[in-house]
Protein backbone atom coordinates (compact mmCIF):
# COMPACT_ATOMS: atom_id res chain seq x y z
CA UNK A 1 0.00 0.00 0.00
CA UNK A 2 1.27 3.45 -0.94
CA UNK A 3 0.67 7.40 -0.07
CA UNK A 4 2.14 9.70 -2.16
CA UNK A 5 3.47 12.59 0.17
CA UNK A 6 5.01 16.21 0.68
CA UNK A 7 7.27 17.65 -1.20
CA UNK A 8 10.76 16.29 -0.69
CA UNK A 9 12.00 12.26 -0.86
CA UNK A 10 11.09 10.45 2.09
CA UNK A 11 11.36 6.68 2.23
CA UNK A 12 10.58 4.34 4.89
CA UNK A 13 11.21 0.61 5.00
CA UNK A 14 14.40 0.57 2.51
CA UNK A 15 18.20 0.56 1.69
CA UNK A 16 19.46 4.36 0.87
CA UNK A 17 19.50 4.49 -2.80
CA UNK A 18 21.03 6.90 -5.80
CA UNK A 19 18.25 9.93 -6.13
CA UNK A 20 15.53 9.16 -8.57
CA UNK A 21 15.30 11.73 -11.03
CA UNK A 22 11.54 11.26 -11.60
CA UNK A 23 11.53 12.63 -8.00
CA UNK A 24 11.92 16.02 -9.76
CA UNK A 25 8.44 14.86 -11.78
CA UNK A 26 6.56 12.55 -9.42
CA UNK A 27 5.78 13.31 -5.75
CA UNK A 28 7.26 10.61 -3.40
CA UNK A 29 5.56 8.47 -1.28
CA UNK A 30 5.52 6.11 1.77
CA UNK A 31 4.68 2.45 2.64
CA UNK A 32 1.23 1.87 4.46
CA UNK A 33 1.59 -1.49 6.77
CA UNK A 34 -0.78 -3.40 7.80
CA UNK A 35 0.89 -5.05 10.59
CA UNK A 36 -1.04 -2.76 13.33
CA UNK A 37 -4.41 -3.74 11.65
CA UNK A 38 -3.17 -7.80 11.73
CA UNK A 39 -2.40 -7.25 15.50
CA UNK A 40 -5.97 -5.55 15.96
CA UNK A 41 -7.59 -8.23 14.55
CA UNK A 42 -5.11 -11.49 16.43
CA UNK A 43 -6.47 -10.00 19.98
CA UNK A 44 -10.07 -9.82 19.09
CA UNK A 45 -10.45 -12.49 17.03
CA UNK A 46 -8.19 -15.63 18.00
CA UNK A 47 -9.08 -17.61 20.98
CA UNK A 48 -6.12 -18.17 23.40
CA UNK A 49 -3.77 -15.79 21.01
CA UNK A 50 -1.54 -15.12 24.08
CA UNK A 51 -0.70 -18.62 23.29
CA UNK A 52 0.00 -18.26 19.73
CA UNK A 53 3.46 -18.93 18.14
CA UNK A 54 3.75 -16.39 15.22
CA UNK A 55 5.53 -18.69 11.95
CA UNK A 56 6.86 -17.66 8.66
CA UNK A 57 6.60 -19.96 5.67
CA UNK A 58 10.15 -19.00 4.77
CA UNK A 59 13.24 -17.56 5.81
CA UNK A 60 12.81 -14.46 3.69
CA UNK A 61 9.82 -13.00 6.11
CA UNK A 62 11.40 -14.12 9.54
CA UNK A 63 12.03 -9.99 10.38
CA UNK A 64 8.14 -9.52 9.70
CA UNK A 65 7.21 -12.65 11.53
CA UNK A 66 9.63 -11.55 15.21
CA UNK A 67 8.17 -7.86 14.94
CA UNK A 68 4.81 -9.06 15.55
CA UNK A 69 5.49 -11.57 17.83
CA UNK A 70 7.32 -9.09 19.89
CA UNK A 71 4.43 -7.16 19.48
CA UNK A 72 2.07 -9.15 21.03
CA UNK A 73 5.28 -11.09 23.23
CA UNK A 74 4.77 -14.74 22.07
CA UNK A 75 7.58 -16.70 20.43
CA UNK A 76 8.15 -17.06 16.45
CA UNK A 77 9.38 -19.81 14.48
CA UNK A 78 10.02 -20.21 10.65
CA UNK A 79 9.67 -22.89 8.03
CA UNK A 80 12.90 -23.76 5.92
CA UNK A 81 11.80 -24.66 2.48
CA UNK A 82 14.23 -26.91 0.39
CA UNK A 83 12.90 -26.80 -3.28
CA UNK A 84 13.09 -29.35 -6.17
CA UNK A 85 12.86 -26.88 -9.06
CA UNK A 86 10.76 -23.10 -9.24
CA UNK A 87 7.48 -23.09 -7.62
CA UNK A 88 7.98 -26.90 -6.43
CA UNK A 89 9.03 -27.19 -3.16
CA UNK A 90 10.60 -30.73 -2.25
CA UNK A 91 11.24 -30.65 1.64
CA UNK A 92 9.89 -28.63 4.27
CA UNK A 93 11.77 -28.15 7.94
CA UNK A 94 10.15 -26.40 10.74
CA UNK A 95 12.49 -24.12 13.05
CA UNK A 96 10.95 -23.58 16.08
CA UNK A 97 8.67 -25.43 18.66
CA UNK A 98 4.71 -25.24 17.73
CA UNK A 99 3.37 -28.00 19.71
CA UNK A 100 -0.06 -27.69 21.97
CA UNK A 101 0.05 -23.87 20.34
CA UNK A 102 -1.85 -21.87 18.32
CA UNK A 103 0.05 -21.70 14.64
CA UNK A 104 -0.49 -17.98 13.12
CA UNK A 105 1.35 -18.07 9.69
CA UNK A 106 2.20 -14.66 7.88
CA UNK A 107 3.13 -13.75 5.03
CA UNK A 108 2.83 -10.98 2.01
CA UNK A 109 0.84 -12.78 -0.14
CA UNK A 110 -1.58 -15.53 -0.87
CA UNK A 111 -1.81 -16.44 -4.89
CA UNK A 112 -2.23 -20.17 -5.17
CA UNK A 113 -2.05 -20.98 -2.14
CA UNK A 114 0.50 -24.44 -2.53
CA UNK A 115 2.98 -23.57 -0.38
CA UNK A 116 1.03 -22.48 2.97
CA UNK A 117 -0.63 -25.29 2.49
CA UNK A 118 1.82 -27.23 2.64
CA UNK A 119 3.03 -25.45 5.66
CA UNK A 120 -0.34 -25.79 7.36
CA UNK A 121 0.15 -29.55 6.93
CA UNK A 122 3.51 -29.37 8.69
CA UNK A 123 2.53 -27.37 11.39
CA UNK A 124 -0.27 -29.76 12.79
CA UNK A 125 1.87 -32.87 12.16
CA UNK A 126 4.66 -30.91 14.52
CA UNK A 127 1.71 -30.69 16.84
CA UNK A 128 0.00 -27.25 16.29
CA UNK A 129 -3.33 -26.94 18.11
CA UNK A 130 -4.75 -24.85 15.54
CA UNK A 131 -3.55 -23.20 12.31
CA UNK A 132 -3.98 -19.64 11.07
CA UNK A 133 -2.56 -17.27 8.33
CA UNK A 134 -2.82 -13.94 7.68
CA UNK A 135 -1.48 -12.49 4.25
CA UNK A 136 -1.79 -9.03 3.45
CA UNK A 137 -2.91 -9.46 -0.04
CA UNK A 138 -4.97 -12.28 -1.23
CA UNK A 139 -4.68 -13.31 -5.04
CA UNK A 140 -6.31 -16.57 -5.06
CA UNK A 141 -5.89 -17.68 -7.98
CA UNK A 142 -5.91 -21.08 -9.68
CA UNK A 143 -6.79 -23.43 -7.54
CA UNK A 144 -5.83 -21.42 -4.29
CA UNK A 145 -9.53 -21.45 -3.30
CA UNK A 146 -9.91 -25.41 -3.23
CA UNK A 147 -6.56 -25.97 -1.40
CA UNK A 148 -7.95 -23.47 1.39
CA UNK A 149 -11.33 -25.47 1.57
CA UNK A 150 -9.42 -28.60 1.94
CA UNK A 151 -6.76 -27.48 4.32
CA UNK A 152 -5.97 -27.55 7.68
CA UNK A 153 -6.40 -24.27 8.71
CA UNK A 154 -9.01 -22.48 11.03
CA UNK A 155 -8.54 -19.53 9.07
CA UNK A 156 -6.95 -17.03 6.17
CA UNK A 157 -7.08 -13.58 7.03
CA UNK A 158 -6.47 -11.27 4.05
CA UNK A 159 -6.72 -7.42 3.85
CA UNK A 160 -9.41 -5.54 1.09
CA UNK A 161 -6.49 -4.34 -1.25
CA UNK A 162 -8.57 -6.70 -3.45
CA UNK A 163 -12.18 -7.52 -2.96
CA UNK A 164 -12.73 -10.46 -1.66
CA UNK A 165 -16.49 -10.60 -1.64
CA UNK A 166 -16.69 -13.68 -4.21
CA UNK A 167 -13.60 -15.46 -3.12
CA UNK A 168 -15.73 -15.45 0.60
CA UNK A 169 -18.59 -16.81 -0.78
CA UNK A 170 -16.76 -19.78 -2.46
CA UNK A 171 -14.41 -20.41 0.36
CA UNK A 172 -16.33 -19.77 4.10
CA UNK A 173 -12.13 -19.83 5.81
CA UNK A 174 -11.77 -16.59 4.16
CA UNK A 175 -11.95 -13.57 6.53
CA UNK A 176 -10.82 -9.93 5.69
CA UNK A 177 -9.75 -7.00 7.44
CA UNK A 178 -10.92 -3.22 6.04
CA UNK A 179 -8.26 -1.48 5.18
CA UNK A 180 -9.92 1.48 3.83
CA UNK A 181 -9.14 3.61 7.47
CA UNK A 182 -6.09 3.23 7.52
CA UNK A 183 -6.54 4.50 3.48
CA UNK A 184 -9.09 7.32 4.44
CA UNK A 185 -6.67 8.57 7.31
CA UNK A 186 -3.71 8.71 5.12
CA UNK A 187 -5.21 10.90 2.65
CA UNK A 188 -6.48 13.32 5.86
CA UNK A 189 -3.20 13.64 7.18
CA UNK A 190 -1.25 13.87 4.02
CA UNK A 191 -3.83 16.73 3.28
CA UNK A 192 -3.46 18.03 6.23
CA UNK A 193 0.38 17.95 6.49
CA UNK A 194 0.11 15.57 9.67
CA UNK A 195 2.44 12.68 9.94
CA UNK A 196 1.92 9.18 8.20
CA UNK A 197 3.94 7.40 10.23
CA UNK A 198 1.46 7.28 12.87
CA UNK A 199 0.15 4.79 10.84
CA UNK A 200 2.75 2.36 11.11
CA UNK A 201 1.87 1.68 14.47
CA UNK A 202 -1.20 2.37 15.10
CA UNK A 203 -5.02 1.77 13.38
CA UNK A 204 -7.22 4.83 12.94
CA UNK A 205 -10.63 5.04 15.22
CA UNK A 206 -13.64 4.71 13.23
Known amino acids: MLSRRG ?3 HHHDGPARVPDPGLLRHPPWDNLYAEPAIL ?3 KESIPNWQRAVIVSPDAGGAKRVTSIA ?31 KVAILVDDMA ?4 TICLAADKLVEAGAEKVYAFCVHGIFSGPALTRLNNSAFEAVVVTNTIPQEDNMKKCPKIQ ?3 ISMILAEAIRRTHNGESV ?9 C
Open 176 to 178: CID
Open 70 to 100: DRLNVDFALIHKERKRANEVEKMTLVGNVEG
Open 40 to 42: KYI
Open 7 to 9: SRP
Open 111 to 114: DTCG
Open 197 to 205: SYLFSHVPI
